[in-house]
């Protein structure tokens, strides 16, 4: 039962353009949801969160929202750089289940200059 | 400030050995998760430490088992290793216990590799 989604496994992008990462839950108990990027051979580096009281939050060329209705947010990068070209993770928890992270299974993102 | 630090980055076993990971989170940071990576199951929760007692444990068989020092530092140990236990071990530290909205943040992880 895989509680977090990314449905999209890759995403290709022009530099300079928008790019927007689709995540999908299940679990409504889930309070708190974070994005983190990852290179080869390293660990995730945390980008940007959202707690569920919120449906937008920016943090310079990201900003992710929140649709609790629908059980799905989203990061948006803004401009979208080479540099940006990782695997995205975004992840969910659940205050009084733990907090522990639910990971979706990563988005592999391509910036081509 | 210094990261997360994972001994060693690589480690090469055989079945039925046992291993043992380290993990010392961000100066200050008191609560240690640990995760497993693998190509089929993406990234799963291992257990997660605070004060040096386990909080939270997830699915996984009691061979999987971990400990917290008073310095926060962490150690994970896997016995008995089988094939499918090969993966990337990460490590995760933040400042309060999770559930606390507080992001955790990775070390780059201990890649297993059994033969």
């Known amino acids: 039962d895989q509680q977090v989604k990314q449905n999209s496994p890759s995403l290709s992008v022009q530099e300079g353009r928008i790019s927007i990462l689709n995540c999908d839950y299940t679990?409504?108990?889930?309070?708190?949801f974070l994005w983190y990027k990852k290179y080869p051979a390293e660990g995730p580096t945390f980008l940007i969160s959202?707690?569920?009281?919120?449906d937008k939050n920016e943090d310079g060329r990201f900003t992710v929202f929140l649709n609790k209705s629908a059980k799905h947010l989203s990061l948006h990068i803004v401009p979208s750089q080479p540099g940006d070209s990782a695997v995205y993770f975004c992840?969910?928890?659940?205050?009084?289940?733990?907090?522990?992270?639910?990971f979706g299974q990563g988005t592999e993102l391509s910036v081509k200059p | 400030k210094a990261g997360v630090t994972q001994t060693p980055r690589y480690l090469i076993k055989t079945r039925g050995q046992q291993v043992t990971l380290s993990c010392s989170p961000i100066?200050?940071?008191?609560?240690v998760s640990w995760y497993q990576q693998t190509p089929g199951q993406g990234l799963q929760f291992l257990f997660e430490?605070?004060?040096?007692?386990?909080?939270n444990k997830g699915n996984f068989p009691g061979r999987f088992s971990g400990r917290q020092f008073s310095n926060s530092r962490s150690e994970m140990n896997v016995s008995t290793l089988e094939l499918g236990d090969s993966a990337l071990y990460l490590c995760?530290?933040?400042?309060?216990?999770?559930?606390?909205?507080?992001?955790?943040?990775f070390g780059d992880g201990t890649r297993l590799s059994i033969l």
């Open positions: 992840a969910a928890s659940a205050s009084d289940q733990g907090g522990k992270l639910i």
């Open positions: 679990n409504s108990m889930f309070d708190y």
């Open positions: 995760a530290s933040s400042l309060m216990p999770s559930g606390g909205n507080q992001p955790q943040h």
């Open positions: 430490y605070f004060s040096e007692t386990q909080r």
């Open positions: 959202i707690s569920s009281i919120k």
């Open positions: 100066s200050g940071h008191r609560s």
